[in-house]
């Protein structure tokens, strides 16, 4: 590929690709736990608008925000997520007492892979905790509050085009100091490098400028990919092409960053 000044290793290029792919799970997770546990029996009806509810935090942990102001695939969501001491079944049992005294049903326990999620429905939000066991007895997971009813659906790729036979499988935004930014994951049936040429081909055409570009080689046990940067005025678009496990397709992480929006720095 060519590229221009000041590339990062493959190696580096490759972990954040991953890293791109692991955030939009995360945030991806949070809507989808919403979906999965909204069996409440509250859709189709109209809500006043209502303060976010305040969501306890776990026993004995840490805590840090994912985001505060997002939208996953429309849905006007915020993530935490948290590492505590305190064992799976503590957290489960902790946020199952908390979301069920005072509320029309109880909180919901539901499994998830391997993960335990709780949840509960305040007015128009979803207030959910997915937990997994951590090393040696403690835990780990997600705190989300989504508002999941009155909100419209969007998995609009945008200014992005698509591949044939290529579909959005999420699109999440977020609004930062100082910038906004938009991450879409599309599931492509074709190689990263059959992606890569295509986005290179069409962004340059649509007035990008290619900034950077790493091919990720496949390791034993990795996936082969791609991760190339564009810019173009006062925004950046970051494309994180990794192949999939079967090798029969890859999946593209667009980052699209526009600088100077978004609530300004404190």
């Given at each position: ?23 939009a ?16 029996g509250?859709?189709?009806r109209?809500?006043a ?12 942990a840490d ?19 948290f ?21 029309e ?37 997600l ?6 009813l009155g909100?419209?659906?969007d998995r609009s ?8 036979g ?8 977020s ?31 649509a ?14 046990g990795?996936?082969a ?6 810019a ?17 397709g890859?999946t593209?992480?667009a ?12």
């Amino acid at each position: 590929m060519n590229t221009k000044p000041s590339r990062p290793s493959t190696a580096r290029a490759g972990l954040h690709a991953l890293a791109l792919v692991r955030f939009a799970k995360c945030a991806v997770e949070a809507v989808a736990v919403a979906t999965f546990v909204a069996v409440f029996g509250a859709a189709g009806r109209s809500w006043a608008v209502e303060p976010w509810p305040e969501v306890p935090l776990p026993p004995k942990a840490d805590v840090q925000w994912v985001a505060q102001s997002m939208r996953v695939n429309g849905v006007p969501t915020r993530v935490m997520q948290f590492q505590s001491r305190a064992s799976r079944g503590e957290i489960i049992e902790y946020y199952s007492a908390y979301w069920s005294g005072g509320y029309e049903h109880k909180a919901s326990v539901r499994p998830l892979g391997e993960a335990t999620v709780v949840g509960q429905m305040h007015g128009p939000y979803l207030m959910t905790v997915k937990v997994e066991d951590g090393a040696g007895g403690t835990s780990q997971g997600l705190i989300s509050v989504a508002q999941v009813l009155g909100s419209k659906e969007d998995r609009s790729p945008g200014e992005l085009p698509l591949m044939n036979g290529a579909h959005v499988v999420s699109v999440v935004e977020s609004d930062d100091p100082g910038k906004y930014s938009r991450e879409m994951v599309i599931a492509n049936p074709q190689p990263p490098s059959s992606v890569t040429q295509f986005y290179q081909a069409s962004l340059v055409n649509a007035g990008w400028l290619q900034i950077q570009g790493n091919d990720i080689p496949r390791t034993p046990g990795g996936s082969a990919g791609a991760f190339v940067v564009f810019a173009r005025g006062g925004s950046e678009m970051q494309l994180s092409i990794v192949e999939t496990r079967n090798r029969r397709g890859s999946t593209l992480v667009a980052n699209l960053v526009t600088k100077d929006t978004g609530p300004s720095p404190n």
